[in-house]
């Protein structure tokens, strides 16, 4: 049964295996105590702790994290570099030890969810560092905006050219497109008189041979002509 000790020290090491970005694992057998020392000082300067742990220990705390795989390569005197911030200059770090000090061996790691054998881990030192990246990517980015910001321009200047040569050409085809101003015709000369209404002439009543001159008095025959 393990001693409250281990499972305390177990529970350490799964804290420190969830709050590192990266794993490095590496064999130090020969290495001094003194070698040892500055080796931690050189990989902390890289952004690292390495630590001396026991292969039982490491594999308990590795069973209950995302890195369990990596337990499997644990195999004789092993040290961990808890990678806090950029592995690649993690694994920069170890390998220049590494032509330091000979007896230590990078042997593999955990990187972003993926377990690295032992070349794949050596192959991640000779990958570009976050900040060159990021610098690179930097400059790629402005360089690519300025690019664009000139295309922008040149082709508002070009549009613009082309809209002041339209609207100079614009006149010039209205008026060879309008058909000339026809002169109004000579017509008949109309009186301006007003028109009036229509006067129906009165019929002339042909005149009676015979007929008495004045109309027959209403008081009928005179005196006269009653003796």
């Known amino acids: 049964m393990p001693s409250i000790k281990k499972i305390e020290r177990v529970a350490e090491l799964k804290e420190q295996i969830e709050g590192s970005t990266a794993l490095l694992l590496t064999e130090y057998r020969g290495l001094t105590v003194s070698e040892i020392t500055e080796l931690r000082k050189s990989l902390r300067e890289g952004g690292a702790s390495f630590s001396v742990i026991k292969n039982t220990l490491m594999r308990r705390a590795l069973e209950q994290t995302d890195a369990a795989e ?36 990078l042997k593999g790691g955990f990187v972003e969810g993926r377990l690295l054998d032992a070349e794949e881990a050596r192959s991640l030192a000779d990958l570009e560092s976050r900040e060159v990246m990021l610098s690179k990517l930097a400059g790629l980015m402005k360089g690519e905006m300025s690019r664009a910001a000139a295309m922008f321009q040149a082709t508002q200047a070009r549009f613009l050219s082309l809209l002041e040569a339209f609207k100079a050409k614009l006149p010039e085809e209205v008026a060879a497109e309008a058909p000339p101003t026809a002169e109004p015709e000579a017509g008949p000369e109309v009186d301006a008189a007003p028109a009036t209404e229509t006067q129906t002439p009165e019929a002339e009543v042909p005149e009676l041979e015979g007929a008495p001159e004045e109309e027959p008095s209403e008081e009928g025959p005179s005196e006269e002509g009653k003796e």
């Open 70 to 105: 990596l337990g499997s390569l644990f195999d004789g005197p092993s040290a961990v570099a808890f990678v806090q911030e950029d592995p690649v200059a993690a694994a920069k770090s170890v390998t220049t030890a590494a032509k330091r000090f000979p007896a230590l061996v």
